[in-house]
T-cell receptor, first 117, second 117 residues
Framework: DTGVSQDPRHKITKRGQNVTFRCDPISEHNRLYWYRQTLGQGPEFLTYFQNEAQLEKSRLLSDRFSAERPKGSFSTLEIQRTEQGDSAMYLC???????????????FGEGSRLTVL | AQKVTQAQTEISVVEKEDVTLDCVYETRDTTYYLFWYKQPPSGELVFLIRRNSFDEQNEISGRYSWNFQKSTSSFNFTITASQVVDSAVYFCALSEAMGGATNKLIFGTGTLLAVQP
């Protein structure tokens, strides 16, 4: 399977614990995105990378959240001191930047579902 | 501000009926992209189509067709002869292109389509 893969698929944690999610994008894709989806809502943009550079962060990304893409391949999203409001599906997506005005088609992984008790 | 509205929260049809999912968007950008994604119960967002704002041609792909009308800021999606496997949540999304291409998508709240046998 050469799609976007995410790990773990499900994570249950207690409030105050730290969690980390991993995303492996489609291999040739230079852009990687993180989105968050809560029940009954559409995904919301969190942040994105071009290669290893983090180009933009949403206001939704509080200082408890940190994302990295150290070698321009896989990415991690860490949430420190989790709160119940962090419970959501965390989606990773990737695309190939084709030109200045063409970000390419965006392909999503299956997501990592976080439940904070 | 950019916004995507999917006014239909839920639609229920009987197999073989045609169904149209509505999408209305707001943007001040002159260059943008519109998307449709399908999210089956498994949770993965499946890419269906991406349309550039300069291309108003309607598109047909098998049983799927899309009607893009800039005059009414709409990008509607029609499934012809619906099947049970079409049951899913469908999301319409918008991305800006000014300042460089980006896949920072603004999603609607989705339409849950239930196709009854």
């Amino acid at each position: 399977d050469t799609g976007v893969s995410q790990d773990p698929r499900h994570k249950i944690t207690k409030r105050g614990q730290n969690v980390t999610f991993r995303c492996d994008p489609i291999s040739e894709h230079n852009r990687l995105y993180w989105y968050r989806q809560t029940l009954g809502q559409g995904p919301e943009f969190l942040t994105y990378f071009q290669n290893e550079a983090q180009l933009e962060k949403s206001r939704l990304l509080s200082d408890r959240f940190s994302a990295e893409r150290p070698k321009g391949s896989f990415s991690t999203l860490e949430i420190q001191r989790t709160e119940q409001g962090d419970s959501a599906m965390y989606l990773c997506a990737s695309s190939l930047l084709i030109g200045d005005w063409n970000a390419g088609e965006l392909f999503f992984g299956e997501g990592s579902r976080l439940t904070v008790l | 501000a950019q916004k995507v509205t999917q006014a239909q929260t839920e639609i229920s049809v009987v197999e073989k009926e045609d169904v149209t999912l509505d999408c209305v968007y707001e943007t001040r950008d002159t260059t943008y992209y519109l998307f449709w994604y399908k999210q089956p119960p498994s949770g993965e967002l499946v890419f269906l189509i991406r349309r550039n704002s300069f291309d108003e041609q309607n598109e047909i792909s098998g049983r799927y067709s899309w009607n893009f009308q800039k005059s009414t800021s709409s990008f509607n999606f029609t499934i012809t002869a619906s099947q049970v496997v079409d049951s899913a949540v469908y999301f319409c999304a918008l991305s800006e292109a000014m300042g460089g291409a980006t896949n920072k998508l603004i999603f609607g709240t989705g339409t849950l389509l239930a196709v009854q046998p």
